[in-house]
């Protein structure tokens, strides 16, 4: 083959490729009612050229009393969608005195789990392998869908599943008091975890991770603690998405998360604390 030629072939694939990526498009679809109720909806992320695409929820925080689906900013994004991921915010209903409950609020969330498992292959996703995320409240109610074991589906329920394909779990200062816990069992998904320091949450003291890290330990799973002594609540889009502000171990320790639960790739060490200073 002369020079040419091969030439021509470099060029050839050169422009498949470019034509293969051109063609690829990152599309949304907003609002898609998951639930009977005015808050059930949800958006989805997703590339056109996703084929059993692993998915990420990102659950908001807001006291179970305020908060939006728009938590999910473009740094989350791009972290997400880098990995090959689909992602789903969704909202969920307020708790309320007398009405809503902390229970609902998680009903919700499992309704919008089980949503995109029935139809994770509209977007090119699987439906065996959901990551679930969120932040405070939202981190308490991404931690049910993962370790809850049983779900009282309302009769209206657009979809009853026996079980929520729950691969892995991320906590940015999550609310976990001691039922959450305890209903951690042997096999349950790996958890990556994330506090602040003395500027905590009264309602999130880093404690709360320990003693989840504890009971993933004690199960023999797979887990990774992040603590941020400079920072307060919520550190995860400083110390994690941001590009601007990331920590470089906590970035790698995740990307690594990401691989092993979505993808089955490598053996990261887990069980220990990454201690983040001076951010």
């Not at 991320?170 to 500027?199: C, E, H, T, W």
């Not at 941001?242 to 690594?256: C, I, L, V």
């Amino acid at each position: 083959m002369n020079a040419l030629n091969k030439k021509i072939i470099v060029l050839t694939f050169a422009l498949l490729a470019l034509t293969s990526n051109l063609a690829a498009k990152v599309k949304v679809e907003k609002n898609i009612s998951y639930g009977p109720d005015k808050r059930n909806v949800m958006d989805v992320y997703w590339d056109t050229e996703y084929k059993n695409a692993p998915i990420v929820f990102t659950i908001h925080g807001g006291g179970f009393k305020r908060g939006d689906k728009s938590y999910c900013n473009k740094d989350m994004l791009k972290l997400y969608m880098s990995k090959g991921c689909i992602v789903v915010s969704p909202n969920y209903r307020f708790m309320k005195k007398g009405s809503v409950t902390i229970k609902d609020c998680a009903l919700d969330c499992a309704m919008a789990v089980a949503y995109m498992q029935a139809n994770a292959g509209k977007y090119g996703g699987d439906a065996t392998k959901i990551v679930a995320t969120g932040a405070s409240a939202g981190g308490y109610l991404s931690a049910q869908v993962t370790y809850c074991k049983k779900w009282d589906w309302p009769a209206d329920a657009k979809y009853k599943p026996k079980k929520l394909n729950i691969v892995g779990w991320f906590g940015n200062s999550p609310y976990l008091p001691q039922y959450v816990i305890k209903s951690v069992a042997p096999k349950d998904a790996p958890g990556f975890i994330m506090y602040g320091g003395k500027r905590e949450h009264p309602a999130t003291p880093a404690k709360q991770g320990h003693d989840m890290q504890a009971a993933l330990k004690s199960k023999k799973i797979w887990s990774k603690m992040v603590y941020i002594a400079s920072m307060g609540h919520v550190p995860g889009k400083r110390v994690l998405f941001s590009p601007k502000s990331r920590d470089t171990a906590t970035y790698e320790a995740f990307n690594q998360f990401l691989d092993m639960v979505c993808y089955g790739k490598g053996k990261p060490k887990g069980g220990d604390v990454i201690n983040v200073k001076n951010k």
